[in-house]
């Protein structure tokens, strides 16, 4: 090769020649790609949406730690603090002392959210319990359908936490600790394990519209990603209007149109992203790719005409109309569709007065939904490697707030002892597991704290808790900080 020969090929391979070619190259794949996702999301909207092996993305665990149990997680949120003398932790000899003192044996330099100051009167349990199933499980009057599935799930009533007020105490159940910007549970299992679904996002929330009672707000935080990459933050669907905000193109737009624009945007994106190998702008490319491919999923995911009726009728459901029994359905559609992590939050629960009347309308209208959504799961063969909690922040005070023998006497929040129920996904099925003291003040046998349920969620899932970690700010962080262990005694 001359020396003339030398630089015209020198000035064909320069920096902005080759990085100018480049773009086209990764123009025309990512073109490819979505064409491929679009022939994907077209099946979805014809009906076949069903999850697909090898669909999806692999997660930061490959090969998994363990052999799973569950695939997914449907997260029941019972948001405000469900009380547990109502629903799953009867208390005879709480009943005996109504309207006495509590032992200061019990209360004293515990913390008290909003009975400082006053007279605390043991308050007896204001519904009645029954036996169920062969598994004899106690429950509530008020839950006579989760009544119904005893056998299939395990009742835990002897849980723990640390915060004693709303917001941080649902900070620390979803992310393992009260600090607000770090990763919610959803995100760590979307990170880990990764997607089964290509055409919707891996972690769904929704939140079903209040009852009588004030809904309680649900900070967004909540289902953040935290400080690791935002694509593995929750995606919020709506039962009503529009599902996913913007999701759906302008007028004037068509779906080839758009495709162009999504093409266009991460062609720079992407040359962007040679110069800078900035995580965030990988999230951006995903997200704008997910969100074209969501304009043909979202809506055969929340159109439910091809339910039969028998199954709208089990749920209760009565259209689109924003309800947890329609919530529920949803969430069964998702998980069909290979979504990882679904949280439902159903608000309404927080009881410090007129609890009788309260509490009574927050189970109408969610102890149907709760328990067909387990029975639609197991008669789909999906509850065996489907894991459902339900459960609240905290519970709620053996104590009453306000006059023990008025109809509006309530509870105030409780973190030494309260009751969650899980099921399927490698779950102990139809067992009570842990216990409070005689006044359900403490969790006295078996105490489960948020760090320990965690830990069990992941080990379900084929996650080693302790191993799942990233490192921010020159520190190792998980979703159990420096705690949390494996719940093996409601392990199947």
């Not at 149907?368 to 339900?390: C, F, H, N, Y």
Request: contains cysteine; charged residues 20%.
């Amino acid at each position: 090769m001359t020396p003339e020969q030398y630089a015209a090929w020198e000035r064909l391979v320069d920096r902005r020649t080759f990085f100018g070619r480049t773009s086209l190259g990764l123009g025309a794949m990512a073109l490819a790609g979505l064409m491929q996702r679009n022939v994907r999301a077209a099946r979805v909207q014809q009906g076949s949406g069903s999850a697909e092996p090898g669909r999806g993305s692999r997660g930061l665990v490959d090969p998994l730690h363990f052999a799973p149990k569950a695939r997914r997680v449907i997260f029941l949120c019972m948001a405000g603090g469900p009380s547990q003398f109502e629903t799953f932790d009867e208390k005879p000899k709480l009943a005996e002392l109504h309207g006495q003192p509590m032992p200061e044996s019990y209360t004293k330099g515990q913390p008290i959210a909003q009975l400082q100051g006053s007279a605390l009167l043991a308050l007896r349990p204001l519904a009645k319990f029954q036996r169920h199933g062969q598994s004899g499980q106690q429950i509530s009057e008020l839950l006579p359908q989760i009544g119904e599935i005893a056998d299939d799930i395990c009742i835990i009533r002897s849980m723990q936490t640390e915060q004693i007020n709303h917001d941080p105490a649902q900070t620390f159940l979803n992310a393992g600790t009260s600090v607000s910007g770090r990763p919610s549970m959803g995100a760590w299992i979307n990170y880990g394990l990764g997607s089964e679904t290509d055409d919707l996002p891996g972690f769904i929330v929704m939140k079903s519209l209040a009852d009588s009672r004030p809904p309680q707000p649900i900070s967004s935080r909540q289902w953040h990603s935290g400080f690791l990459p935002s694509r593995f933050q929750g995606v919020p669907v709506y039962s009503q209007n529009d599902p996913v905000h913007f999701v759906t193109n302008p007028p004037g737009v068509d779906r080839q149109r758009q495709l162009d624009v999504i093409e266009t945007v991460n062609g720079l994106n992407r040359i962007r992203d040679i110069d800078e190998q900035n995580p965030e702008i990988a999230a951006r490319i995903a997200q704008y790719e997910l969100a074209f491919r969501m304009q043909a999923s979202v809506p055969g995911l929340v159109n439910i005409s091809d339910e039969p009726q028998h199954v709208l009728d089990m749920y209760g459901v009565k259209g689109a109309d924003g309800s947890f029994a329609y919530n529920c359905l949803l969430a069964r559609r998702m998980a069909e569709r290979g979504v990882r992590f679904i949280q439902l939050y159903h608000r309404g629960w927080d009881h410090h007065n007129g609890i009788s009347k309260y509490i009574s309308e927050a189970c109408l209208s969610s102890d149907q939904p709760s328990a067909a959504l387990i029975a639609d799961l197991k008669q789909r063969g999906m509850l065996e490697d489907t894991l459902v909690v339900w459960g609240g922040e905290f519970g709620r005070t053996p104590m009453a707030q306000g006059d023990v023998d008025g109809d509006a006497v309530g509870r105030d929040h409780h973190i030494r002892g309260f009751s969650m129920w899980l099921a399927g996904g490698g779950i102990r099925p139809g067992i009570t597991y842990g216990a409070t003291d005689e006044l359900g003040y403490y969790a006295a046998e078996n105490p489960v704290h948020i760090h320990d349920l965690h830990a069990t969620m992941m080990r379900l899932l084929g996650i080693d808790h302790e191993r799942l970690t990233y490192r921010y700010q020159g520190r190792d962080f998980r979703l159990t900080d420096v705690a949390g262990h494996v719940v093996d005694g409601i392990l199947a």
